[in-house]
């Protein structure tokens, strides 16, 4: 077990920390138990230690933890022991010690990860799986149906069951042609190619007689389907392939880009969506599969192909929403509902964990994906030898959503070079380097892309980053786990290299905060008030907001005052801390995300959740 001091050092060089959590320790609150939750259950991360007594000072030069010191830590230890001993649906025995750092008491608690049996701990009072959380990068995420089946080691069952609005007559006999064709050239000799139709479509699990009466499961209306039935039935299973002028996502995308909207067969719609990236990029770019050379000067067909198939197999189907496929001038984003059920650091590793069991088998049995957890350590393989910047893939936990990234760009080709001579006197490293390519083409970089483009640890990649921003090449944007990099306008020599809007933000914060915290005491809530802002307000908004109370116990007024001012116009959540004066977590927390679920709030880029430049605004007609 790490000291204090030590993890006090970690939480300084690193900008997020997975298995390091500070907290002021004025009391054992809420959050601290889920933070205990979290690390007892996230799978390979072995616990984590919690710090109270420690907190973030942000008034410093750069920002950084310091010690703030508990006090009395005997009670401390006793609550949180006995609260870890009760509260759950079974003991969690961390290891607490108090230590003393520069004459001031803090508490090091180790929370170590329980055994796969043992899993998921959650709140009695709860249940499964909202009574569970997991350690998602610095955060604490509440459990979804999808983490359930991570933790009981076992498949989803969704593309087993059955929709009993189906019949044999929505599958398209095309596509179990196209099966056949594609299995056939697999293994001319596999005993599935010797059943009829309904055999066939039987042994794949993608139908199944209830009351003798066939119907479709949702691999087979999926993977054999016929357009009209997805349509009727999953109206927004489809691929929208979305081509956009520049390197950045548009203000007003209703005028500026264009859409292909696809559906049907999985199966089928593979080729469908690969052939209409493939004739969209620049003739000649694309190389056909099996000429890919070491010198290569195209995006190789085999990594377009297994993206688009990782989406189709890995997505959730719980999720009513499209998987997009962004065409940039400088690359493609594939975005598919459904987070990594594979921690990020293990992506590329051998081994799967699949959503959708079924799809998956059938993918793989007709060659259309890569062996069982190798198609990312397969797309990397390939674009290095195309002499592609890397693939870097992001999992979001709070929105439930997956990107793969493509930068249709050669690393370190000559224009490159010569662009980097300007940077010679900063002395930076090579991995420094590919992170300013990087920020260039994208716009932004945070620490989880900056470890995927170069094979780093996460201390690593933060020092790396760390260091070009003490440079002044880059300005750090968010904290925690929003942090993020974009470059410094005030530096001239970006000035030919960028011109993108970050594609980070602020919101990517916890949400999962309890409603007993709207009474927390009003010291960890307030925020400083933007007089600026306020004076802006029309006289009856103003007189809402002066008669807010110091502490709202009744959280419709705050809901109120929220819907007024967004009604008024549509307002960022910075903005919002500065007129009311409260945290911006504990808005987002509290307020803004419950209203926006209730259909009281929306984005002002819906399109786009983490917007740089996203705002919110009142719904015409909520109540």
């Not at 890919?292 to 377009?304: H, N, T």
């Not at 470059?487 to 960028?498: K, V, Y």
């Not at 008669?547 to 967004?566: F, G, Y």
């Amino acid at each position: 077990m790490e000291n204090a001091k030590e993890l006090l050092e970690k939480l300084n060089l690193s900008d997020e920390c997975t298995t390091i959590e500070a907290k002021k320790g004025t009391a054992i609150h809420r959050s601290v138990l889920e933070t205990v939750c979290a690390f007892a259950n996230e799978p390979g991360l072995g616990g984590g230690n919690i710090l109270l007594g420690v907190q973030r000072e942000e008034n410093l030069l750069f920002p950084s933890y310091i010690v703030c010191g508990v006090e009395n830590p005997d009670k401390l230890q006793l609550d949180l022991s006995t609260q870890c001993a009760d509260i759950f649906n079974q003991p969690v025995r961390p290891e607490i010690i108090v230590e003393n750092i520069g004459g001031k008491n803090v508490i090091n608690v180790f929370v170590p990860e329980l055994q796969q049996s043992q899993k998921p701990v959650y709140f009695k009072s709860e249940g499964l799986p909202k009574g569970a959380f997991r350690r998602i990068g610095s955060s604490d995420q509440r459990c979804t149906d999808d983490d359930l089946f991570v933790f009981f080691n076992k498949e989803d069952s969704l593309d087993s069951t059955i929709i009993k609005d189906t019949s044999l007559d929505d599958v398209s006999e095309e596509a179990v042609q196209l099966y056949r064709n594609l299995r056939s050239k697999v293994n001319p000799y596999a005993e599935e190619l010797q059943y009829d139709d309904i055999e066939l479509l039987q042994s794949l699990g993608c139908i199944k007689k209830e009351n003798a009466t066939w119907y479709l499961t949702y691999a087979g209306l999926l993977v054999f389907g016929k357009r009209q039935s997805h349509r009727r039935l999953l109206p927004m299973v489809r691929v929208d392939y979305i081509r956009v002028p520049g390197n950045e996502w548009v203000e007003n995308p209703e005028k500026r880009f264009t859409t292909i909207d696809m559906r049907g067969p999985l199966i089928e719609l593979v080729s469908r969506a690969f052939n209409a990236i493939a004739d969209d990029l620049p003739k000649g770019f694309l190389l056909p599969e099996g000429e890919i050379q070491a010198d290569s000067i195209g995006l190789p067909s085999k990594v377009l192909r297994e993206a688009i198939v990782n989406a189709f197999i890995h997505r959730t189907y719980r999720e009513n929403q499209p998987i997009q496929i962004i065409r940039y001038g400088n690359r493609l984003e594939i975005k598919n509902p459904g987070f990594s059920l594979k921690p990020e650091d293990q992506l590329g590793e051998p081994g799967s964990r699949n959503r959708n069991p079924f799809i998956a088998a059938i993918f793989h049995e007709t060659n259309l994906a890569e062996t069982k957890g190798s198609g990312i350590r397969t797309m990397r393989s390939l674009m290095e030898k195309a002499e592609l910047m890397p693939p870097t893939f992001e999992s979001d936990h709070t929105n439930n959503q997956f990107t793969t990234r493509l930068l249709l760009h050669h690393f370190l080709n000559e224009s490159d070079l010569k662009w980097l001579i300007q940077f010679n006197s900063f002395e930076l490293t090579d991995t420094q380097k590919r992170a300013l390519i990087f920020l260039r083409e994208v716009g932004a970089l945070d620490n989880a892309t900056h470890r995927q483009l170069n094979g780093l640890d996460v201390l690593r990649a933060s020092s790396d980053l760390r260091g070009l921003r003490d440079k002044d090449i880059v300005l750090q944007k968010g904290k925690g786990r929003s942090t993020y990099y974009i470059a410094n306008p005030d530096l001239t020599l970006w000035a030919a290299g960028i011109d993108s809007a970050p594609v980070k933000s602020e919101l990517s914060v916890d949400f999962t905060a309890p409603v007993e915290e709207l009474s927390a005491p009003v010291e960890d809530l307030s925020a400083p008030v933007d007089q600026a802002l306020v004076h802006q307000l029309p006289k009856e908004l103003l007189n809402m907001v002066e008669a807010l109370p110091v502490r709202v116990s009744d959280p419709t007024i705050m809901q109120e005052v929220i819907l007024q001012l967004c009604a008024w116009k549509p307002l960022k959540s910075s903005e919002m801390v500065g007129i009311l004066g409260r945290s911006e977590k504990y808005l987002l927390r509290n307020f803004i995300s419950p209203l926006r679920e209730e259909g009281k709030l929306e984005y002002t880029h819906p399109e786009m959740p983490n917007h740089p430049q996203q705002a919110y605004k009142t719904v015409k007609n909520y109540g």
